[in-house]
Every structure is written in C-alpha cells, then in structure tokens.
C-alpha cells in the first residue's frame, strides 16, 4: 500500500540497522503516523499484546520476528536454547485467538530445532521471519484476485452501478502485513474501475474501523461511509447492502469463524436479509485441529479500560475520557465465533469454498 505516494508494508527490518523491527504503530491512527523500532522479543510481545499492531496475519508475522530478535537475544545467553524456549512461551501468550500467532512460532521453530549454532540460528530465523511475510503478502494478494471475481458478478447483474460492501473492524493491509484480506478484493475491483462503496462499522470498543479502515479506504481513494456498529442490519433491510465481507482470526475445518466481536450479529442480519456474507483467509488462518468453533475456540477477554474510556483527538493532542460511569464494572470480549451455517462463502488464496470441512480438504488437501 502507498501512503502519501511511499509504499509501505506493516512490518519490516529497519534499513540501516539489522537488529531492529520496524513496524507501524497503530494505537495512534488516524491522527498519528508512528514508526516504532522494536530491538528485542520482550519489546514484540508487548506490542502484539497490547496492539501496537493487531490482525491475525500481522500478529504472526510479527511473532515471527520476534523469534528472530529473540535468536540475537540469545548468542549473548549462557544457556541460548533455553532463553528461546522462554521466549517461545511469552509470545505464544500475548494473544490467545489468533491462531497466526502459534501457525507463525511452529515453522520458526521447526527450521530451528536442528541448528545448534546460535549465530546460524539467527540467520535462519530471520530468513524464515521474511518468507513468511513475503508468503503472507502474495496470499493476500490471491485473495483479492479470487473476491474480485465475486465483485465483479455483482456488478453485472447491478449492471454496473455502486456495489455496497459492508465490513467489521480492520481486515486491510494494516492487519496483515499488505493488500488485506477482506480489503483486497476492494482494492482490486476499484483499482479495476469498479464502482464499489463501503460501510465501515466503527467496531466498538477499540474503534478499528473507524479509525483504521476509514483512514486506509480514504488514503487509497475508495469511496465509503464510517457507521455506528449497530447500523448494518438496518441497511440490510432497506437493500442498502449487496455483500458483507469480514476476515478471521481462526476458522475451524468445518468453517466456523472467529471474527472481532459484533460478526456474529452482522451474519444473523445477513442471513436475514438474504446479503451473501463472505470471510477472507489465508490459509494461515485455518486450525485444522478444531471443530466446533463456538465450544473450542478460545475467546480473548480484554482489559474493562478499552470500554470504559475513547480515545480521540482534542485539539492537537491525542486524549482518552471516560466513557461509562466511574466505578461501573464492564465486560470486554475481544471476539465471536459465526457458525459456518451463517457463512455464504470463504475467500482463500486457492480460491473461493463453501465454508464446511469437505470443501476445505479439497482446497487444502496438503495441509489438512
């Protein structure tokens, strides 16, 4: 993605410095554009856990660079297996759905476990930290090839007039480490010339729509609208939306997903409405070990404080305020899981399925 005519990806090593991640900072979006180094594995799981950057792509990406830090960590250590294995745990516990995150410490320390040179360690964890990045990148990239092709459907039976594409919380570029998953295939239909209109749900309580999809669909010139969470069904009934397109952060292989908090509404008012709803993945994304979504996929529970206080811009500085009553207790489930039975289709790198564990076998006979 480009902004202000410079191309970015989310993360990447810093030019003139070797031992520093750079990545973009996104509690400070829309107002403030942030390049945070970071130089050590303690320094990544804070960010994953406290979402300097979020998405299930990206937060495997950067855990994939956090084993890497975590490998120059330990040439210095007495015992550099065991500092590893520490830091393998204390990624591993920054954020429990995502299941990228797992996906992304397995292969680092697959390519590891037989290399007993610390220094070579280093070196094969940074190569793998990039392929997976690069990997992540062009399934993103075949993402949108493959939704493109669901756009473009529509827009001759509209006969070319404005699709409007409803989505919920940030499934851009910014929650991968480029093109996006649910964003990829409407960047490509407006690149292409489509004329494609978005609802962006403001996705309460961290406002990642709002504040990250906005600014992303705005910076590459896609026309869309910001609305209050509880919008989408009302535009549903009143023929206002011809798709939904959400990502995921795990999908069992039966083709449950788990999507920010508020998906499972959006899919009942769909369903309702008869509005085909879509989940984009790559394949990273899928946990071949579940089956039940709704019983076995781990739900994150956040801090009380991403309900209780806003964050927003006031005047030239950047403030939170209280939002509820002090002293009134508040709950903060980071997702929901929609059953498969609420999923018209989901959009992978390898094509577009049915959301249900046949299909997925055939798409991914390889890796189930």
């Known amino acids: 993605m480009k902004i202000d005519g410079q191309h970015f990806r989310t993360i990447w090593l810093k030019t003139d410095d070797h031992k520093v991640v750079q990545i973009l900072d996104q509690r400070f979006l ?33 855990a994939a660079y956090g084993v890497y830090l975590a ?37 680092q ?9 610390p220094v070579l360690k280093t070196k094969a964890a940074l190569e793998s930290a990039q392929q997976i990045c690069d990997d992540s990148v062009e399934r993103c990239r075949l993402i949108g090839v493959h939704g493109l092709q669901l756009i473009e459907e529509i827009s001759k039976k509209k006969e070319g007039e404005t699709i409007n594409i409803l989505t919920h919380c940030n499934a851009g570029w910014l929650a991968c480490v480029d093109y996006g998953t649910a964003t990829s295939p409407i960047y490509q239909a407006h690149d292409k010339g489509i004329k494609v209109h978005v609802w962006v749900d403001e996705t309460r309580p961290r406002n990642q729509g709002a504040r990250i999809t906005a600014w992303e669909l705005k910076k590459h010139g896609v026309p869309h609208t910001v609305i209050v969470d509880n919008t989408g069904g009302h535009l549903m009934q009143h023929g206002l939306v011809d798709m939904v ?10 083709g449950d997903v788990a999507n920010k908090i508020g998906t499972y509404l959006k899919a009942l008012a769909a369903k309702d409405n008869d509005v085909p709803f879509y989940v984009a993945l790559p394949s990273s994304t899928i946990d071949w070990n579940l089956r039940d979504g709704v019983k076995e996929i781990p739900i994150e529970q956040r801090s009380a404080d991403e309900v209780q206080f806003i964050q927003g811009l006031s005047g030239n500085e950047i403030t939170k305020v209280w939002l509820t009553p002090q002293g ?3 709950a903060n489930y980071a997702f929901d899981v929609t059953p498969a039975r609420l999923v018209t289709g989901l959009i992978t790198e390898r094509g577009v399925c049915e959301p249900n564990e046949e299909a997925l076998v055939n798409l991914y006979p390889d890796e189930s």
């Open 71 to 107: 490998c120059l960590e330990a040439e210095a250590q007495n015992d550099p297996e065991e500092y590893l294995q520490k830091c393998y745990a204390k990624l591993m516990q920054t954020r429990p759905t995502a299941v990228n995150l797992g996906w992304a410490i397995g292969q």
């Open 30 to 62: 829309p107002h403030r554009f942030i390049i945070e180094d970071i130089s050590s594995c303690e320094e990544m799981a804070t960010a994953i856990k406290d979402m300097h950057l979020r998405g299930a792509p990206l937060i495997g990406a950067a």
């Open 245 to 254: 397109i959400v990502g995921t952060d795990r999908t069992t292989r039966t």
């Open 109 to 117: 320390k697959q390519i590891l476990k037989d290399i007993n040179d």
């Open 328 to 330: 009134s207790p508040a």
